[in-house]
């Protein structure tokens, strides 16, 4: 599976942006995509995931009422849409996919088979 992620950018703190994350290569009918994030100087963290099949979602507690996960089956691609944005939501945003996905592991990175290249989301005024 190939994983492109895209739609990053600046954005003022309280606006809104969506990042986009395009697969391709396998279907992805059993598999969980999932979200994660690394500010600079901290670790890599579990953000958002869903299940392809039936479309289960799950966030993180920092996240969870501001952002949304998506996915267009058609189109093969899962979204993060990010509303009431912080400056502590600054990072780089890496997709991810798990072939074989555990429920008590779907928070951790290493679950993860695929990984895109990430794309940087700023928020600054």
């Known amino acids: 599976v190939q994983l492109q992620a895209s739609g990053g950018g600046l954005v003022q703190p309280g606006g809104s942006l969506r990042v986009s994350c395009a697969a391709s290569g396998r279907t992805l009918s059993n598999y969980v995509m999932g979200w994660f994030r690394q500010a600079p100087g901290k670790e890599r963290e579990f953000v958002a995931a869903i299940r392809w099949s039936g479309g289960s979602t799950y966030y993180a507690g920092s996240v969870k009422g501001r952002f949304t996960i998506s996915k267009d089956n058609a189109k093969n691609t899962v979204y993060l849409q990010m509303n009431s944005l912080k400056p502590e939501d600054t990072a780089v945003y890496y997709c991810?996919?798990?072939?074989?996905?555990?429920?008590?592991?779907?928070?951790?990175?290493?679950?993860?088979?695929?990984w895109g290249q990430g794309t940087l989301v700023t928020v600054s005024s």
């Open positions: 991810a996919a798990d072939r074989f996905p555990s429920a008590s592991r779907r928070y951790v990175d290493d679950e993860y088979d695929y």
